[in-house]
């Protein structure tokens, strides 16, 4: 297992070392002027070319790639061209938005797609099948953007003035502020230190932040602001998942196992519920580290539409703005957590069927 | 923690010294270029003495007070500045004068602003300022219609008029001057034969344009500089719309059939231009129906398309256009049409010389025939074809007493009254930084202007320039030398007070690239650079 | 949003073992008799079918040209709502279903039209990408070696981004633009197919019957032919109609921000992209693009669906 592990590792290092070319070479091939981008139509000629100079990107592109790759493998990803701060500031504020809508994405995909999958396979072939599938068919087809559009139309602007009225952009109303639970607890951090940034990173989960310090007040607020947004990026893995749990659920009550224990008289539900589900679940848990690739894309379009600080958005700015470290430095987070979680799940999946074998 | 003691302390000692009276002697600060070879407009500023500063220009620039009203130029204390070394903590934390004092920004979210109980001025009915931001008119108005914010900018054109019908809203119309046109570069063919230049300018419907496609309020463009502008409208009106003759014109000119071209634009929205890609495609539908011309629509990246349009690189036509940033003509035609901007291709003499002579002339009525003769070459020449002014709004909750918008500048937001604790404020994107000598855009300066004060500020309904930190400026006959007298009893939000050294160190670290606090978010302090033609000592 | 990344791949991979048995033409003629008899199946046919006829009835049925500004020809305000006399808008007013947009042209047909435009991405992407998808996993799967590793590895770092980000990104480095949105999604999808075929060439190579071919002296191009491709032929076709229902989600979403098709082309993601500041004052012009853009999808995904459970030998009925 430990061989396989680390394997899997060492696998990994031309793959990163490829999407670090890959996510360098095509940060600087955007065309169109960082300096243009990010000062603005008025800036002047000298003032540009002071600019690049000062960025150093006037240096030959092999020799900023060099000095990148050196900074990466400190663990710096450098200072944003746009704002000046460190790339790193700027990741421990956007991640968690970002982790908090994939995770809610993914546990209400699971909590719907599991059901709608288990009841498909039992009612195979059936009116309630083929209702089912299109009801999981259609959330895989519908625009996330033009969905999270819809909702927000309905829900903040048709529903207003009822309890069903939820907020149609933002993270918290405003005026609310988020306290962190070390400065609710009395710790001393001290600024600016590896450790006050990991606090940071935590308490930036507003929602887990404000469950452990018991503001409920936030909690509520916070959880109010992310419900559409979750529901439009959670159909397409709902989808996914409710057609995986079908089909692998229809696959294992062909086996023979499951014949042998039909035969015996068990129940339907009985054994659907204790031999079947078990392994039908597993190929789904494979799937959950594919989806969260799907999950950190939709982000993209979901945050646009609803205004969210995240990761997705952040990117997708800078790539507007050509800011090369904030491109580089957040495209590689979000591929190498898409291969840790995909490490983990398959690592995982090991240990939930013990007919795997790692060697 | 320990700076703001620091700070704190050091204000202690200073108004000590000051009660003491003669006994304290006032050491005053300057910032000088060696000389004026390096085409700046700015010689020198100097702290006369402790409540005058007084600014020695190259040049006259009869737009001196316009200018210093911009929020880049905003004062903040010496100390502050000395302290941050005018970058780092100063980005996210600056130290006005100003209504409002920054409590909180919370990235990503919201900036949150505190009343500044010590204000000089008239101090805000309400505690809280809250900024957000959304980029989407859409989004905006529905934050505003759910009543989450309490006031918004640029609603939508096709949503002005639910906003006028809605009485839970009030409609605020924002009388920015701007210009909309429609630039040729006449370096490439067949745009740099002046005669197909002018069918052009006869071809395309304006009128039809504005009709169709701006809100209630904008106007077709007679000149290119919008007439609420003082000396803009002088000289003749621009062409009228007759597709016959242009087509004539056309073929004269050797096109009978017209030509293949593109039109290239950015797909941002601005009060000159609010809906890009719907007005790109009418532009395309005219100039094929009217003119024969088959235009490509080509929509580019924003940064991208500014540096090639205004490097003269782009070959067809391109929509740009221009919000004022001070009420002067010369904002206008001096930066479109100077010797300097290859934007339209080759600068013509014949409308710079005149430019530059104007210019220089402070009385207005002097100016005023060779504004006449400017506008007239433009339309003999046309470098590009003005097309619209157009209009914009922000709108309301109607609970919310003296909403306005400014024609220069952000609100003012300690003159509207919520009638509660906290009035939110939603704009199109979050600020970048907070310390504006270093940033250009709108969201940045509209949040700082509500922190920190310049000299001077633009009236609440037109472009007259009001007092703020200095009382009044004067100027020589000549407009080359102004005085600034600087209002007393004005203290910071660290509790220090104003005097005429912290306006020389807030100037020095923009506009002096040798100055040891010159350092800013980027580096490149853009508006001191492009409003004063360059920063002095610049190596 | 890739959404085949999933469940097919996941199937289509341990399928082709399975598959090999029998004859592929019997086979095929099973499946179709199955795919027949599913119903969800059924619908993705008659949605496609119907989106199918759409588009190239599109100059009959649609009551205006695309690209015809009504501006001074009929009495239409711009964003008009729709006016359908049978809901008793009035008749001296002229009819348009699905309102007018903001250049003042019929929505109709432009989503009508939109239907052509769409269907042509959905395959062309999907050509591209299994062309040259099959072309480098046969590569990597006969010749093995290093240049399997690299071919390989290559694929690992585009399966290493999640897809629209990369797509985006590949965007931004080719400017926008329709045939660059589809370059990009081809690019990005393209390692599913190389996956697909390198494994069924993989198990193929391992058969009795291919090392007897080989002993025989025929070549690799041949075995390729005959034996390999009409085998990994059935993963494939269900990947790919898959991949064409995410392929129009994908380049509809690069269009909504702007990085797609570009006005006036009626494409359904520009249409709602470009309409989008108006969903609360004018519904219409956001919601029936998305519709259209839907059902297409749905059509697709209903018979790839399908087809994926008549091809599998797994599932029995």
């Not at chain 2, 000395?82 to 780092?88: D, E, K, Q, S, V």
């Not at chain 3, 999640?162 to 480095?173: D, K």
Request: aromatic content about 10%; proline content about 5%; charged content about 20%.
């Amino acid at each position: 297992m430990l061989g396989y592990i680390v394997r899997r590792l060492l696998v990994s290092i031309p793959v990163l070392f490829g999407i670090l070319l890959v996510t360098f070479v095509l940060a600087r091939a955007i065309p169109g002027d960082p300096c243009k981008a990010i000062l603005g139509e008025k800036a002047s000629q000298e003032v540009c070319e002071r600019f690049t100079r000062r960025f150093g990107f006037d240096r030959p592109i092999y020799v900023q790639f060099g000095l990148y790759m050196g900074r990466v493998l400190q663990g710096d990803f450098g200072t944003s061209i746009r704002f000046s701060r460190p790339v790193s500031l700027i990741l421990i504020e956007r991640l968690p938005m970002t982790i908090e809508l994939a995770v809610g994405g993914l546990i209400v995909a699971l909590l719907i797609g599991v059901p709608l999958g288990l009841i498909s396979a039992m009612r195979h072939n059936t009116g309630v099948d083929v209702s089912a599938m299109i009801f999981a068919n259609i959330g895989i087809s519908m625009p996330v953007f033009w969905l999270g559009l819809m909702l927000a139309y309905v829900f903040a602007l048709l529903m207003k003035g009822t309890v069903f009225w939820l907020p149609p952009s933002g993270r918290l109303s405003a005026g609310l502020t988020s306290v962190p639970f070390y400065e609710v607890w009395g710790w001393s951090v001290q600024a600016n230190t590896t450790k006050a940034m990991v606090l940071d990173f935590i308490a930036n989960h507003f929602i887990f932040n404000s469950l452990i310090t018991g503001d409920w007040k936030l909690l509520k607020d916070a959880v109010r602001h992310l419900i559409l947004p979750v529901v439009a990026l959670s159909t397409i893995p709902m989808a996914i998942i409710a057609r995986m749990t079908r089909s692998s659920l229809l696959e294992v009550l062909g086996r023979d196992y499951v014949r042998t224990a039909r035969a015996k008289g068990a129940m339907e539900r009985r054994v659907v519920m204790k031999h079947a589900l078990r392994n039908a679940l597993l190929p789904v848990v494979t799937i959950l580290g594919l989806q969260m690739g799907a999950l950190l894309g939709g982000a993209v379009l979901t945050e646009t539409v609803f205004g969210l600080a995240g990761v997705g958005r952040m990117l997708f700015e800078a790539i507007t703005a050509r800011d090369y470290p904030i491109i580089q430095a957040f495209t590689v987070v979000i591929a190498v957590s898409y291969m840790v979680i995909n490490l983990i799940v398959d690592v995982s999946y090991g240990f939930l069927d013990p007919r795997i074998r790692f060697d | 923690m320990n700076r703001s003691k620091l700070l704190g302390a050091t204000a202690g000692i200073l108004a000590a010294a000051a009660l003491v009276g003669p006994a304290h002697a006032f050491t005053g600060k300057s910032v000088a270029a060696p000389d004026c070879g390096y085409g700046g407009k700015v010689k020198s500023i100097e702290a006369t003495d402790e409540m005058t500063v007084t600014f020695t220009l190259c040049r006259p620039d009869p737009a001196f007070m316009a200018k210093a009203a911009f929020t880049p130029f905003g004062i903040q204390p010496e100390e502050h500045l000395a302290a941050t070394g005018g970058g780092g903590d100063i980005l996210e934390k600056p130290i006005g004068t100003a209504p409002w004092k920054l409590a909180k920004w919370a990235r990503g979210d919201s900036v949150i602003m505190k009343r500044f109980d010590d204000y000089w001025g008239d101090k805000p009915n309400y505690e809280t300022l809250v900024f957000r931001w959304s980029d989407s008119g859409a989004g905006r108005l529905i934050e505003l219609r759910s009543g989450t914010v309490d006031q918004i900018t640029n609603i939508s054109p096709d949503d002005f008029d639910s906003v006028k019908n809605d009485s839970s809203l009030t409609f605020i119309p924002v009388a920015n001057p701007n210009t909309l046109y429609l630039a040729m570069t006449n370096t490439f063919a067949p745009m740099d034969n002046l005669e197909v230049r002018k069918a052009i300018a006869v071809g395309i419907d304006r009128q039809r344009i504005v009709d169709n496609f701006f809100p209630d309020g904008s106007e077709v463009a007679s000149h290119f500089t919008p007439c609420s502008i003082t000396n803009a409208c002088e000289g003749e009106s621009w062409y009228e719309f007759d597709a016959a003759k242009a087509r004539k014109m056309l073929a004269d000119a050797g096109f009978p059939n017209g030509f293949k071209t593109k039109i290239f634009f950015r797909d941002v929205f601005r009060g000159y231009l609010p809906e890009p890609s719907v007005v790109a495609v009418e532009f395309q539908t005219q100039l094929r129906d009217n003119l024969g011309i088959e235009a490509e629509v080509v929509v580019m990246e924003s940064g991208e398309f500014i540096d090639e349009s205004t490097s003269g690189r782009l070959d067809g036509f391109y929509l740009l256009g221009w919000g004022a940033d001070y009420p002067h003509v010369t904002n206008f035609l001096d930066y479109h049409f100077s010797a300097k901007n290859p934007q339209y291709g080759t600068p013509h003499p014949e409308i710079f010389e005149i430019l530059e002579k104007a210019s220089t002339i402070a009385d207005v009525a002097k100016a005023k025939p060779l504004y006449a003769n400017a506008n007239n070459a433009i339309k003999a020449l046309v470098p590009m074809v003005p097309i619209a002014h157009g209009a914009s709004a922000s709108a309301a909750l109607a609970g919310v007493e003296n909403a306005h918008f400014r024609p220069f500048g952000a609100p003012l937001f300690h003159r509207a009254d919520p009638k509660k604790d906290t009035f939110v404020f939603m704009q199109n994107a979050e600020p970048i930084s907070l310390y504006c000598a270093d940033e250009t855009d709108g969201e940045s300066l509209s949040v700082c202007q509500q922190i920190v004060e310049p000299l001077l500020g633009y009236a609440i309904d037109s472009g007259a320039i009001e007092p703020r930190l200095a009382t009044g400026c004067g100027a020589n006959d000549d407009s080359t030398v102004w005085t600034c007298n600087i209002r007393a009893g004005v203290k910071f939000h660290d509790g220090s007070s104003l005097d005429a050294n912290d306006v020389v160190a807030s100037w020095a670290a923009g506009i002096d690239a040798a100055n040891v606090n010159h350092k800013g978010n980027t580096g490149s302090f853009d508006y001191y650079s492009y409003l004063w033609d360059g920063l002095m000592n610049a190596k | 949003m890739v959404t085949f990344k999933g469940g097919a791949l996941e199937l289509a991979e341990s399928q082709t073992e399975e598959r090999l048995l029998g004859s592929p033409t019997a086979l095929w003629k099973t499946a179709l008799r199955r795919l027949f008899r599913r119903k969800t199946g059924i619908v993705g046919m008659i949605l496609v079918g119907f989106m199918f006829f759409v588009a190239v009835a599109a100059p009959v049925i649609a009551p205006y040209d695309p690209q015809n500004v009504l501006i001074g020809k009929e009495p239409v305000r711009k964003r008009a709502a729709p006016c359908i006399h049978l809901l008793g808008c009035s008749v001296d007013k002229p009819q348009h279903l699905m309102g007018i947009d903001g250049n003042f042209r019929d929505q109709l047909s432009r989503v009508i039209y939109g239907a052509r435009v769409s269907l042509s991405i959905g395959f062309t992407t999907v050509a591209f990408a299994v062309t040259f998808g099959v072309l480098l996993g046969a590569i990597a799967g006969f010749w093995g070696g290093w240049l399997d590793n690299v071919i390989m590895r290559i694929m690992d770092v585009i399966l290493g981004f999640p897809a629209l980000l990369l797509a985006i990104a590949i965007v931004a480095v080719l400017g926008p633009g329709l045939r660059n949105a589809l370059l990009a999604i081809a690019i990005v999808t393209l390692p599913a197919y190389a996956r697909v075929m390198r494994a069924s060439v993989l198990s193929i190579k391992e058969l009795d019957y291919v090392a007897a071919s080989r002993a025989i002296g025929a070549s690799n191009i041949r075995i390729l032919l005959t034996r390999v491709v009409p085998n990994a032929l059935t993963p494939i076709v269900v990947l790919s109609t898959l991949g064409i229902a995410s392929a129009i989600l994908d380049a509809a979403g690069l269009s909504f921000l702007g990085l797609g098709a570009q006005p006036p082309t009626p494409e359904w993601g520009t249409m709602l992209g470009s309409e989008r500041n108006q969903v609360f004052s004018a519904p219409h012009l956001v919601f029936f693009p998305g519709i259209a853009i839907m059902i297409t999808v749905l059509g697709f995904n209903l018979l790839g669906d399908g087809m994926r459970d008549a091809l599998d030998p797994r599932l029995n009925d």
